[in-house]
């Protein structure tokens, strides 16, 4: 009889004590969770830079701080080259590097990264230079090009829902054999483009589109180049058009399409 209460009583401590070790690890666990939330919150008002993220300094006050650690991508795709010419690991390795410069820290060991910018994805070297034939050619290339890839997308639903008409429309003609059946693979484009919806596209909206191709099609920056024919840095839509062998109509309604 004793030894039954022993063990009722050894059960009974043990049932306690885990379930003061369930309520700690619930309580810890919410603590974690408030101090989560607290970070967000105060982290919510401070908008870091490209290479810093933001951190609570011994004050508790949010501030940004050069990000610590950049993954390796392994993959030379992926790396970096700037317009002085140096290669860097990846984009956030460079960032990291103009960070660690604009703050002193001692890490910092190209000064000149400060003055730098990103020219293409991959590893530095010699780009071809585009010739006037292939600057002629080379919207057939784009717009061949571009209607490859809204099919992809589409094949893989990786498409915003409301390009569904678009690529339903640019399925159809393709296989009717339609002369221009990448034009609404041209439309989607410039609709992607643009970012802020004003019917053109300037260079900050087309950095990602012309770094990620530089490597590939050395004319992308000469043709964009080419189809500013006023010169104010920007392509509206009417320029995208004309450039790309749209019709009049086509203008039209990549101004609707797009501003929505
Ligand atoms: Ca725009
Ligand atoms: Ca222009």
Not at 145 to 174: C, H, P, Q, S, T
């Amino acid at each position: 009889m004793a030894s039954t209460l022993n063990i009722l009583f050894i059960i009974g401590l043990l049932t306690f004590h885990q379930s003061i070790f369930i309520r700690a690890d619930d309580e810890v666990k919410t603590d974690q969770e408030k101090l989560l939330d607290d970070f967000q919150d105060r982290c919510s008002s401070v908008k870091c830079r490209d290479g810093e993220m933001c951190v609570l300094n011994k004050d508790g006050d949010a501030e940004c701080a050069c990000v610590t650690q950049c993954e390796d991508p392994k993959d030379e795709r992926l790396m970096i080259c700037t317009k002085a010419n140096h290669t860097y690991t990846s984009d956030c390795e460079f960032y990291q590097m103009q960070c660690w410069c604009r703050k002193n820290d001692e890490r910092c060991t190209r000064r000149e990264a400060l003055a730098d910018s990103i020219d293409y994805f991959g590893r530095c070297q010699t780009l071809g230079v585009c010739t006037d034939f292939e600057l002629e050619v080379f919207p057939k290339r784009m717009t061949t090009w571009l209607g490859e890839i809204l099919d992809a997308l589409f094949v893989r639903k990786d498409l915003d829902a409301k390009y569904e008409v678009l690529v339903n429309e640019a399925r159809r003609m393709k296989l009717s054999n339609t002369e221009k059946w990448w034009r609404n693979a041209v439309l989607w484009e410039f609709c992607e483009l643009d970012r802020t919806h004003d019917n053109s596209v300037n260079n900050e909206e087309l950095a990602r589109f012309v770094r990620s191709l530089k490597v590939l099609e050395h004319c992308i920056q000469p043709f964009l180049d080419h189809c500013d024919t006023d010169d104010d840095k920007k392509i509206s839509s009417d320029e995208w058009g004309a450039c790309l062998g749209l019709d009049k109509d086509d203008n039209a309604f990549l101004k609707t399409f797009c501003s929505q």
